[in-house]
Protein backbone atom coordinates (compact mmCIF):
# COMPACT_ATOMS: atom_id res chain seq x y z
CA UNK A 1 0.00 0.00 0.00
CA UNK A 2 2.96 2.51 0.81
CA UNK A 3 4.01 1.48 -2.82
CA UNK A 4 0.80 2.95 -4.13
CA UNK A 5 0.71 6.09 -2.12
CA UNK A 6 4.02 7.09 -3.05
CA UNK A 7 2.59 6.48 -6.91
CA UNK A 8 -0.11 8.54 -6.40
CA UNK A 9 1.98 10.88 -4.79
CA UNK A 10 4.61 11.48 -7.50
CA UNK A 11 1.64 11.41 -10.62
CA UNK A 12 0.17 14.41 -8.72
CA UNK A 13 2.72 16.81 -7.80
CA UNK A 14 4.83 19.17 -10.32
CA UNK A 15 6.91 18.75 -11.87
CA UNK A 16 4.63 15.91 -13.94
CA UNK A 17 5.60 16.14 -17.49
CA UNK A 18 8.79 17.96 -18.65
CA UNK A 19 9.54 19.97 -22.21
CA UNK A 20 12.26 18.00 -24.03
CA UNK A 21 15.89 18.63 -24.60
CA UNK A 22 17.09 18.03 -27.86
CA UNK A 23 20.39 17.73 -27.08
CA UNK A 24 19.98 14.48 -25.52
CA UNK A 25 18.67 11.05 -26.76
CA UNK A 26 14.90 10.01 -26.04
CA UNK A 27 14.12 6.78 -24.68
CA UNK A 28 11.26 5.10 -25.53
CA UNK A 29 9.41 2.57 -22.81
CA UNK A 30 6.47 0.40 -24.14
CA UNK A 31 4.28 -2.26 -22.36
CA UNK A 32 0.95 -4.33 -23.17
CA UNK A 33 -1.73 -5.65 -21.24
CA UNK A 34 -4.09 -7.92 -22.91
CA UNK A 35 -6.23 -5.16 -23.81
CA UNK A 36 -4.55 -2.09 -23.58
CA UNK A 37 -1.10 -0.77 -24.87
CA UNK A 38 0.71 2.17 -23.20
CA UNK A 39 3.78 3.69 -23.78
CA UNK A 40 6.43 6.71 -21.53
CA UNK A 41 8.53 9.49 -23.93
CA UNK A 42 11.21 10.76 -21.70
CA UNK A 43 14.58 12.16 -21.35
CA UNK A 44 17.69 10.71 -18.78
CA UNK A 45 19.41 13.88 -17.39
CA UNK A 46 22.46 13.52 -14.81
CA UNK A 47 21.07 9.37 -14.81
CA UNK A 48 17.32 10.76 -13.92
CA UNK A 49 14.45 10.21 -16.21
CA UNK A 50 12.17 13.00 -17.24
CA UNK A 51 9.16 12.32 -18.50
CA UNK A 52 7.85 14.05 -21.73
CA UNK A 53 4.91 12.53 -22.16
CA UNK A 54 2.40 9.40 -21.58
CA UNK A 55 -0.22 7.90 -24.14
CA UNK A 56 -2.36 4.74 -23.86
CA UNK A 57 -4.70 2.91 -26.13
CA UNK A 58 -6.81 0.48 -25.98
CA UNK A 59 -6.57 -2.27 -28.82
CA UNK A 60 -9.86 -3.08 -30.96
CA UNK A 61 -11.15 -7.00 -30.84
CA UNK A 62 -8.53 -8.09 -33.59
CA UNK A 63 -5.76 -6.47 -32.12
CA UNK A 64 -6.51 -8.66 -28.69
CA UNK A 65 -5.89 -11.61 -30.58
CA UNK A 66 -2.48 -10.74 -31.70
CA UNK A 67 0.59 -12.83 -30.34
CA UNK A 68 2.14 -11.71 -27.47
CA UNK A 69 4.94 -10.50 -29.43
CA UNK A 70 2.82 -8.60 -31.72
CA UNK A 71 1.01 -6.81 -29.41
CA UNK A 72 4.58 -5.89 -28.60
CA UNK A 73 5.77 -4.60 -31.63
CA UNK A 74 2.38 -2.88 -31.62
CA UNK A 75 3.20 -0.68 -28.74
CA UNK A 76 6.31 0.49 -30.59
CA UNK A 77 4.56 1.34 -33.31
CA UNK A 78 2.12 2.96 -31.85
CA UNK A 79 4.50 4.91 -29.56
CA UNK A 80 6.47 5.71 -32.72
CA UNK A 81 3.72 7.74 -34.27
CA UNK A 82 2.60 9.03 -31.36
CA UNK A 83 5.43 10.48 -30.43
CA UNK A 84 6.83 11.56 -34.46
CA UNK A 85 6.79 15.22 -33.65
CA UNK A 86 9.68 14.47 -30.82
CA UNK A 87 11.68 11.58 -32.29
CA UNK A 88 11.96 12.75 -36.32
CA UNK A 89 15.78 13.09 -36.19
CA UNK A 90 16.69 12.37 -33.11
CA UNK A 91 18.12 9.55 -31.33
CA UNK A 92 15.81 7.01 -29.63
CA UNK A 93 16.42 4.66 -27.43
CA UNK A 94 13.17 1.70 -27.07
CA UNK A 95 12.49 -0.06 -23.87
CA UNK A 96 10.13 -3.05 -23.94
CA UNK A 97 10.12 -6.36 -21.66
CA UNK A 98 9.71 -8.11 -24.38
CA UNK A 99 12.98 -9.86 -25.43
CA UNK A 100 11.86 -12.43 -28.14
CA UNK A 101 11.72 -8.54 -30.09
CA UNK A 102 15.60 -8.32 -30.22
CA UNK A 103 15.59 -10.99 -32.87
CA UNK A 104 13.34 -10.28 -35.04
CA UNK A 105 14.58 -6.95 -35.86
CA UNK A 106 16.17 -7.84 -38.95
CA UNK A 107 16.25 -5.94 -42.65
CA UNK A 108 14.25 -7.55 -44.52
CA UNK A 109 12.68 -6.69 -47.38
CA UNK A 110 8.93 -7.23 -47.24
CA UNK A 111 5.49 -6.30 -48.99
CA UNK A 112 2.89 -4.18 -47.58
CA UNK A 113 1.63 -4.16 -44.14
CA UNK A 114 4.40 -6.67 -43.29
CA UNK A 115 7.15 -3.51 -44.17
CA UNK A 116 5.42 -1.42 -41.13
CA UNK A 117 7.69 -2.44 -38.43
CA UNK A 118 11.12 -2.28 -40.28
CA UNK A 119 9.80 1.36 -41.62
CA UNK A 120 9.38 2.66 -38.62
CA UNK A 121 12.51 1.61 -37.38
CA UNK A 122 15.05 2.21 -40.26
CA UNK A 123 14.60 5.95 -39.97
CA UNK A 124 17.82 7.03 -39.44
CA UNK A 125 19.09 9.94 -37.43
CA UNK A 126 20.92 12.06 -39.63
CA UNK A 127 23.48 15.12 -38.67
CA UNK A 128 22.22 18.30 -39.53
CA UNK A 129 24.42 21.05 -41.41
CA UNK A 130 22.28 24.16 -41.57
CA UNK A 131 23.34 25.87 -44.35
CA UNK A 132 24.82 29.68 -43.64
CA UNK A 133 22.49 32.77 -44.33
CA UNK A 134 24.42 34.77 -46.82
CA UNK A 135 23.17 38.85 -46.92
CA UNK A 136 23.85 39.56 -50.62
CA UNK A 137 22.85 37.14 -53.22
CA UNK A 138 24.99 37.17 -56.80
CA UNK A 139 21.05 38.07 -58.55
CA UNK A 140 21.42 41.48 -56.59
CA UNK A 141 23.71 42.75 -58.89
CA UNK A 142 22.16 42.34 -62.21
CA UNK A 143 19.45 44.39 -60.99
Known sequence: M???QEL???LTFAPILQAPNWEHPFELMCDVSNSALGAVLGQRVDKQLHVIAYASWTMDPTQINYTTTKKELLAIMFALDKFRAYLLGSKIIVFSDHTALKYL???QHKKGAENAMVDHLSRLEREVNPMPIRDEFPDEQIL
Do not use: G
Open 8 to 10: KKR
Open 2 to 4: DAF
Open 105 to 107: LKY
